[in-house]
């Protein structure tokens, strides 16, 4: 299961993640399945909408930015295929309260963010049953985004 | 008939579509039918419990139903049901 990343992409999500230290950064991933990989075509950077004094440790997405990403995937043929966040000083793995709120069939790509600089980036899929996450591996692609 | 709308993540979960009709009387009866529709959706739209998660909105004609009856909203011929995540997450329990 791997999902295929442009440079330029992973880099804007890196930069976000820079920006909104030592806050949560956390945006959609526009993109598509082609077989049993997922090709990111895009990025969607978009507000925390969590209170200031939680912004540190959690972000939020609100339904309505959702609902917002998802008319302009569709507008361009695309599909919102998950959603990327920081963990600020933090390790890139899913925490229990990322797997409380997990959708399911969305990639989680979450970058730890050191000290304000982009460390590295990891992605993951819920199980259906919920228990857990499963790692998909990322495949940074040298092409540019369109 | 109401429309429900399935937001992009529960598609799969729903034979890939987006949109159906649903013949209910109220919110909470237009998502046990989806439900019973699709059962793999289950999982993800409820707990163990049988409760709604967290990050599950219900938006009718664009307005949350928490501010209208919730679950007892009644539905009317032409509404527009959505389903619409709230994501959410973070790094640890808050402190």
Do not use: C
């Not at chain 1, 992973?10 to 082609?34: C, F, N, Q, S, V």
């Not at chain 1, 995937?73 to 890139?92: C, K, T, W, Y």
Request: negative net charge; aromatic residues 8%; glycine residues 8%.
């Amino acid at each position: 299961m791997n999902i295929y990343l442009p440079k330029d992409l992973m880099d804007k999500i890196h930069d976000h993640g820079e920006g909104t230290y030592p806050e949560e950064g956390a945006g959609l991933l526009l993109g598509r399945d082609e077989d049993e990989n997922r090709v990111v075509v895009d990025v969607l950077p978009l507000p925390n909408n969590r209170e200031d004094s939680a912004r540190h440790n959690r972000y939020v997405i609100t339904p309505q930015h959702l609902f917002e990403g998802e008319k302009q995937a569709e507008a361009r043929g695309l599909d919102v295929i998950g959603v990327f966040h920081s963990h600020p000083d933090h390790p890139n793995r899913p925490s229990e309260f990322d797997r409380t709120w997990a959708v399911p069939w969305f990639s989680y790509i979450i970058t730890s963010v050191e000290k304000g600089q982009a460390v590295d980036s990891r992605s993951w899929r819920l199980a259906d049953d919920r228990q857990k996450f499963n790692e998909e591996r990322i495949v940074i692609m040298e092409t540019v985004s369109r | 008939m109401t429309i429900l709308r399935i937001p992009s993540p529960l598609r799969p979960y729903a034979g890939g579509v987006s949109e159906l009709q649903i013949q209910a009387e109220n919110v909470g009866q237009a998502i046990e039918k989806l439900t019973e529709q699709y059962p793999p959706l289950r999982t993800h739209l409820f707990s163990e419990e049988g409760e709604l998660r967290p990050f599950v909105n219900l938006f009718l004609n664009e307005e949350d139903v928490r501010h209208l009856q919730g679950q007892e909203t009644p539905l009317h011929d032409g509404d527009k049901l959505m389903i619409l995540p709230s994501i959410a997450g973070g790094s640890q329990r808050p402190s």
